[in-house]
Structures are given as structure tokens and as C-alpha cells.
């Protein structure tokens, strides 16, 4: 009976354990890939420039600001022939959006100067549903930024001209 019953017990280990193994394989490795891609997004967002108008502060800090502050957006106007525009909080936008509208924003690309919509053209997907997972895991902060004004309309805060 003895033996009976820890055959019973390696046929059932047997049985049981590739099952087990096939369920929590992908957990861990979903898991694995989120954290390197929100790695990943932060990396992006760093060397290709974004904070640099879209985190107040952050060129001023050469390149560092409370992370409280990272992609909310900025309140100094760039103006020029389109008229004003204001670097959006990101971490607002994103919210409003799902992973795959996202994708397909980035893909179309068009925005006012001088937010480089082009850089996206170049990234590949993995790039960014990183920059996306990244703005998610920031979380909620700060507030809209200024609303676009047309070329003629007069702007209340700080303006960068161009000619
Ligand atoms: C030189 C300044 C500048 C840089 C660098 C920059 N942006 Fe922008 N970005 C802007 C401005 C200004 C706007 C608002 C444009 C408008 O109103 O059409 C904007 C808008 C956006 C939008 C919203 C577009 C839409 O559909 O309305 C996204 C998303 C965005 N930027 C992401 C990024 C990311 C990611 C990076 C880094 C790869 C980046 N930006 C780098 C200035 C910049």
C-alpha cells in the first residue's frame, strides 16, 4: 500500500507538475519583460531628449528634476508660424490612452512644431510600448499643460519666438 501510494504520488508530481510550471512560466516572464520595458522607457525618454521640454525644470537642472515633476508637461510656450504650443503632460495623455491607441497615434505622427513627432517613425514598437508602460508606471501628475493657441492669439505666460 506504501508503495502504492508514493507511485501514485510521483504519477501525480508527474502529472501535475508541467501543468503547474505551464501557468506560471508566462507569469513570471510577462512579468520579467514589464519591468525591462518600463527599464527600457526610461532609457528612451533620457537619451532621446523628451524630458528636455516636457519636464519643467529639467534642462535647467542639466538634466535632473524631482521625479514628481518627469513628463508632467510645461507651461513656456514655443511660438512661432504655427502659433503657440505647450509641451503636454505625458502623464495625463497616456491615461486617456490604451497601449494600442498609443501604437497607432506614434505610427500616424503629427504634431506641432517643436515636439519632434518624427523620432517615433524610428522606434520600433517594442520602443513604444516601453515609453508608454514607463509613463503608466510614473503614475498620475501635475496638471494639463496651456492649451494651444492659434498664430495671432496673444500668449499670457513665457514664450520661446521663433522667427
Ligand atoms: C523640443 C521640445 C520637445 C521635445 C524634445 C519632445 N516634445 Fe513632445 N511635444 C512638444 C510640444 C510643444 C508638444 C505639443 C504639440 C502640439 O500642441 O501640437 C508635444 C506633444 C507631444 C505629445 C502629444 C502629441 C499629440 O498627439 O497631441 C506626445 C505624445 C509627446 N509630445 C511625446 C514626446 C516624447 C515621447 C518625446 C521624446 C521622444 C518628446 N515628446 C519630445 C515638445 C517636445
Not at 516572464?29 to 533620457?46: A, I, M, N, P, T
Not at 531628449?49 to 535647467?60: A, I, K, M, V, Y
Request: contains cysteine; glycine residues 10%.
Amino acid at each position: 500500500m506504501k508503495a502504492f501510494r508514493s507511485v501514485l504520488a510521483l504519477l501525480l508530481a508527474m502529472v501535475m507538475l508541467p501543468a503547474e510550471a505551464a501557468v506560471e512560466k508566462p507569469m513570471v516572464e510577462k512579468r520579467l519583460v514589464s519591468r525591462q520595458s518600463v527599464e527600457h522607457g526610461d532609457y528612451l525618454v533620457r537619451i532621446a531628449g523628451c524630458h528636455d521640454c516636457h519636464s519643467p525644470g529639467w534642462s535647467q537642472g542639466k538634466g535632473s528634476a524631482p521625479q514628481a515633476r518627469w513628463l508632467t508637461g510645461d507651461a513656456m510656450g514655443w511660438q512661432g508660424p504655427w502659433g503657440t504650443t505647450y509641451a503636454t503632460n505625458l502623464r495625463l495623455y497616456m491615461q486617456g490612452l490604451s497601449e494600442e491607441q498609443w501604437l497607432l497615434r506614434a505610427r500616424k505622427g503629427s504634431a506641432r512644431p517643436p515636439m519632434p513627432w518624427y523620432v517615433f517613425r524610428d522606434m520600433s514598437d517594442y520602443d513604444l510600448r516601453s515609453i508608454y508602460r514607463y509613463i503608466l508606471f510614473l503614475g498620475v501628475a501635475g496638471q494639463p499643460a496651456p492649451a494651444y493657441l492659434p498664430p495671432g492669439r496673444k500668449a499670457t505666460g513665457p514664450v520661446a519666438v521663433f522667427p
